[in-house]
């Protein structure tokens, strides 16, 4: 249960960040100001984050890691329901920036809860399933909170993310164990924490994420005025799209997990990345076409989401084997703030391209999306030639022997 609380809380703050996708024409009619601007809260939201959470995933905490959990999460449930009294551009920025304050405490905090609680031979799994509410977000709150917005008005997708944050703070005070057996941890120096991390391979998985999460941010926060304008897409038939969208991201998660399973997993990133870029320049082609029927729209959005949210899995498993499993806590975190850094240059790169033309964001994924692949190449190069050297080293002991 405790284990459930954590990935709640991760689903909670997660569905925060994206949340404003869906109901972006609505929100920039209030405030009065154009799509590009608007969508900026959600690149602030993201930066603020990205900005943050290293500080709590390495600093050497006093604070029980319950409390501070209990802590951020009022914070954050607060930061949402404040939406209900305002109505202005900068009281609003001013309350997402707030929201990703708190958020920078729950999310790399309950990766660490994971690792330090998660029995030695499952701490991968206790993390993959806390990492798991960062995909269900998108895959299930975000098409929630846009119908929610649909349905009742923009301010109620906040509420909506507000209530999240309460249930994750109920379910943590009533199941997260008091008696902290991470508190060893939590005495490490900076140094011990960071040094897993200080290699060449990690920080080019880093960047790897920043730029495959850039990508797909940049198509996804501007999705609702892209689709509008190629098929006629109203904030209610979103709602239904981007819920037909995840169930195309669970199956694309799915696969890949089987995928990892049976191939390296730098192999399974080249596919899906290059399926995603397939999916990006299909659109682009849509565009050139428009009007289309929202059918086919449907069906390309469901292969996009399968291809975006394959992708995760094989970056995730790639810095769990660089980093080391002792240094999966901290690997984890620093990988969830490089995805809120790629969210922010995704949303910002973004917002460029759209005020060139709206059509011109799915190329500008694809590119994005392709210099994260042609990143990873020296990491692939690596590790083939280290296997190759250690299966040479094998046949020559055998051959010895």
Not at 17 to 46: C, F, K, M, R
Not at 132 to 152: D, N, Q, S
Not at 379 to 397: K, L, P
Request: charge should be positive; aromatic fraction near 6%.
């Amino acid at each position: 249960m405790w284990l459930l609380a954590l990935t709640l809380a991760a689903f909670a703050v997660q569905t925060d960040d994206y949340i404003i996708i869906g109901v972006l024409p609505a929100v920039s009619n209030t405030v009065h100001l154009s799509e590009t601007a608007t969508g900026q809260l959600v690149t602030v939201y993201s930066l603020t984050y990205a900005l943050a959470a290293p500080l709590w995933a390495l600093l050497p905490v006093r604070i029980a890691r319950k409390r501070a959990l209990a802590g951020a999460l009022t914070m954050f449930s607060a930061a949402n329901f404040a939406v209900l009294l305002i109505d202005s551009y900068p009281m609003l920025m001013a309350l997402r920036i707030v929201a990703a304050l708190a958020a920078a405490v729950v999310l790399p905090s309950a990766l660490a809860a994971a690792s330090a609680e998660a029995p030695p031979e499952r701490q991968g799994r206790y993390l993959a399933t806390v990492m798991t509410g960062l995909t269900g977000a998108v895959l299930l709150g975000v098409p929630a909170g846009t119908w929610i917005g649909a349905a009742f008005g923009w301010r109620a997708t906040f509420v909506f993310g507000g209530l999240l944050g309460i249930c994750a703070l109920l379910m943590l005070v009533c199941t997260l164990p008091r008696a902290e057996s991470h508190a060893v941890e939590e005495r490490k120096t900076l140094a011990s924490m960071v040094r897993p991390l200080l290699n060449g391979a990690v920080a080019v998985i880093l960047l790897v994420t920043v730029l495959t999460v850039a990508g797909n941010l940049a198509f996804q926060t501007y999705i609702a005025p892209f689709l509008s304008e190629v098929s006629g897409v109203t904030p209610t038939a979103l709602a239904v799209l981007l819920v037909c969208s995840g169930i195309g991201g669970l199956l694309g998660t799915q696969a890949s997990g089987r995928l990892i399973d049976r191939y390296r997993p730098e192999r399974v990133f080249a596919l899906t990345s290059s399926l995603f870029c397939g999916a990006m320049l299909a659109f682009a082609g849509l565009w050139l076409v428009r009007p289309v029927p929202v059918v086919l729209t449907t069906v390309l959005l469901v292969f996009w989401s399968a291809a975006a949210w394959a992708v995760p899995p094989s970056i995730q498993t790639l810095m769990l084997a660089r980093a080391g499993r002792e240094a999966a806590g901290q690997a984890m975190a620093v990988q969830s703030s490089s995805v809120y850094i790629g969210a922010a240059l995704g949303g910002g790169v973004g917002g460029g391209v759209i005020a060139a033309g709206v059509g011109l964001i799915p190329a500008a994924a694809a590119v994005l999306a392709f210099l994260g692949l042609v990143a990873l190449l020296p990491v692939t190069r690596n590790r083939i030639a280290t296997a190759e050297t250690a299966g040479v080293a094998a046949g020559r002991e055998r051959e010895t022997t």
